[in-house]
């Protein structure tokens, strides 16, 4: 920054720090020049040579005592582009600092805005953004820390190390700019502490700390004890070079086959993508998401095809084809359950990443967002992807599961409660529950256990049974309106049967933390028994209206074929109060009594409620078995890239 004169001229008694104390009636030129000359033992320069070396040197040192903000942060140009002509002091007024390279056209938008301007060919128009900190509240709690974030594109280091996203910026760091410009960052207002760059005795273990620092001086003994610490570590990472990353996620696959561990593919798809969002360059991750997302749609096929081809109907002897019992299809769906648990997990997390991508987009406005926007769209279609598996699977499993049911629930309406033995005052365990309505319960219960050992999402167990209460109330009741006329089911006696079955099931249901589904959704099932529960005396003098007001869950059609159908006795004709008005009439006309299969309830994807947190330890014991294990196929991958005679320099056994 150029001075003014008159500062200039202010400044002049700061000399004296140099030289001394100005003689008497003397200027500081002066008393410079004549220490110089004491100093060097050279005859006093003429006074025109004098004066024009007093200007220039005057000039040159009024500009390197210039004292740098005390109330501001500012950067310390430490390496520059033209040094000559760049200053050496660059301050941040204002929170938000941007560095750049001038424009020939400047951006319309605001967000194109440029706090210093750096003149070399390898800084971009935005090259990367600094924000400052804000004081505390209380004084007495320390600052919180600056942060700076790389533009899309930008070549920037921090402390020496590449940058790719953002970072803190704490007081002595240092940020390099391309391959020309190198600043320290300087707030006065901080707590001065050592700089981040200076070497430290002791290095995080990690399967990088461990093996790829040469320089550190760690003997050959304590690297290989960092690298069983990292091995053997609990803390949620997984340290992968980019060209180890297809055989990584087949692995991950794969110990799908094999592993007790419900969620594990989720937990370990989850490492991959923190390590790529801290460690690689930004436009990897996007890649990586898509790629996941592809390897899951695939098993998840794969799967799908194994279990239709082993159903009965598909087998080649088709002679000796029967239904499939619940337990062995549980077993079928156990793999389709595990990836529907592990793609919403694994969805969830993707979604976060997204977030910080839009982020950066909003940041750096809308002329930069080219290659934001690429990525958004990679991860659009990969999110697009897993809503297809979830969906899929889904669909799968509650399509195998009232397949099951379908042949089971008729005999719920067939089947007399009053004949077992039981005590139906209380809620027994399943096993002493009347014949009739074991196989229904039965099913539900198979599912409801495979749910919970899948570690399916709290909202996905309670769609599944929406589902499943919804096929069984639609398929009970259509087989009501079918059947009710010709096999006496529209009268009392077998209505009350019906009923009695129906509060066994929910009680039981209800015991086991699924009442309230069940009841939402066997709504139309249950009034159709309530009115045929009612007796026959009290029903024949039952107006239309009040019918219609007392069980609303049944259209006016469906109430009409009931009261038409109800079995009042040879001979004997429906009363004329059970008649709609001639409006209604015509609209049942119109009307199906059936309920349809295609109206079940849309699947709603879950926005909170997770289980994974890829921010604590491991502490699951399976899962952390399957983490060390994935470390260990990772280092053996490493060695065997390395040239034979540097495997032995390492020492490392990773059975140890």
Request: charge should be negative; glycine fraction near 6%; include cysteine.
């Amino acid at each position: 920054m150029n001075l003014s004169t008159k500062r200039r001229k202010d400044r002049k008694g700061v000399l004296s720090m140099a030289v001394g104390e100005p003689v008497e009636g003397g200027s500081v030129e002066e008393s410079r020049l004549k220490a110089a000359e004491e100093a060097e033992g050279n005859p006093a320069p003429s006074a025109s040579e004098e004066e024009v070396t007093d200007v220039a040197s005057l000039e040159q040192l009024t500009q390197c005592l210039i004292q740098p903000p005390t109330e501001h942060p500012y950067f310390l140009q430490l390496l520059g582009y033209n040094e000559k002509q760049e200053f050496v002091i660059h301050v941040m007024t204002r929170r938000r600092h941007i560095f750049g390279r001038p424009e020939r056209r400047p951006a319309p938008d605001q967000s194109s805005f440029v706090d210093t301007f750096l003149n070399a060919p390898d800084i971009l128009p935005r090259h990367c953004c600094v924000v400052s900190s804000v004081p505390p509240a209380d004084p007495s709690q320390p600052w919180s820390s600056a942060m700076v974030r790389p533009f899309r594109g930008a070549s920037i280091t921090h402390n020496g190390a590449p940058l790719h996203r953002q970072v803190e910026l704490a007081p002595g760091d240092l940020l390099g700019l391309g391959q020309y410009f190198l600043f320290m960052y300087k707030d006065p207002r901080a707590a001065t502490a050592p700089p981040a760059w200076l070497p430290k005795a002791w290095v995080s273990p990690g399967l990088v700390g461990a093996l790829a620092c040469q320089a550190c001086g760690r003997s050959l003994q304590e690297r290989q004890e960092a690298f069983r610490a990292y091995l053997k570590s609990r803390e949620p990472q997984l340290r992968y070079r980019p060209q180890e990353q297809e055989a990584l996620l087949a692995e991950i696959v794969r110990l799908q086959e094999t592993s007790t561990c419900r969620l594990g593919p989720a937990f370990l798809f989850g490492l991959c993508l923190e390590h790529a969002a801290r460690e690689l360059e930004p436009g990897h991750l996007p890649r990586l998401i898509a790629r996941i997302a592809q390897l899951v749609k695939e098993a998840v096929w794969g799967k799908i095809k194994e279990i239709r081809d082993r159903q009965p109907e598909n087998q080649q002897d088709k002679g000796e084809a029967g239904n499939l019992s619940i337990e062995e299809v549980a077993a079928d769906l156990r793999p389709l359950m595990l990836w529907m648990a592990n793609s919403m997990e694994l969805l969830n997390l993707v979604q976060k990443r997204v977030l910080d991508i839009e982020k950066d987009l909003d940041l750096e406005g809308v002329s930069h967002n080219a290659l934001l926007s690429s990525d958004l769209e990679t991860c659009d279609e990969a999110m697009a992807v897993l809503d297809e598996v979830i969906m899929s699977t889904f669909q799968q499993s509650v399509y195998y599961l009232t397949k099951t049911l379908y042949s089971a629930l008729p005999v719920l309406l067939d089947s007399n409660p009053f004949t077992a033995t039981t005590d139906l005052l209380h809620v027994p365990e399943l096993s002493s529950m009347p014949e009739g309505i074991q196989g229904t319960l039965a099913i539900y219960q198979a599912t409801l256990e495979l749910t919970r050992d899948c570690d399916l999402h709290p909202d996905l167990v309670s769609q599944t049974f929406g589902y499943l209460f919804f096929f069984s109330n639609a398929s009970l009741f259509n087989t009501i309106m079918e059947r009710g006329g010709s096999q006496s089911l529209f009268q009392w006696a077998k209505a009350v049967q019906i009923r009695t079955n129906l509060d066994l099931v929910l009680d039981w249901l209800q015991r086991i933390g699924l009442g309230d589904i069940a009841t939402e959704f066997f709504r139309k099932l249950s009034n159709t028994a309530n009115l045929l529960c009612v007796p026959k005396s009290s029903l024949l003098q039952t107006s239309w209206s009040r019918l219609r007001n007392d069980y609303p869950a049944l259209t006016p059609a469906q109430l009409q074929h009931v009261l038409r159908n109800y079995q009042l006795g040879p001979g004997r004709a429906s009363p004329e109060c059970w008649n709609p008005p001639d409006k209604e009439q015509d609209e049942m006309t119109q009307s199906d009594i059936f309920e349809s299969f295609t109206d079940h309830p849309p699947l709603i994807l879950p926005c909170d409620g997770f289980r994974l947190r890829l921010s604590e330890p491991v502490l699951d014991d399976t899962l952390h078995r399957q983490l060390v294990r994935l470390r260990r196929f990772l280092w053996e991958l490493e060695r065997e890239s390395l040239p034979a005679n540097q495997r032995a320099v390492y020492g490392l056994d990773p059975s140890q």
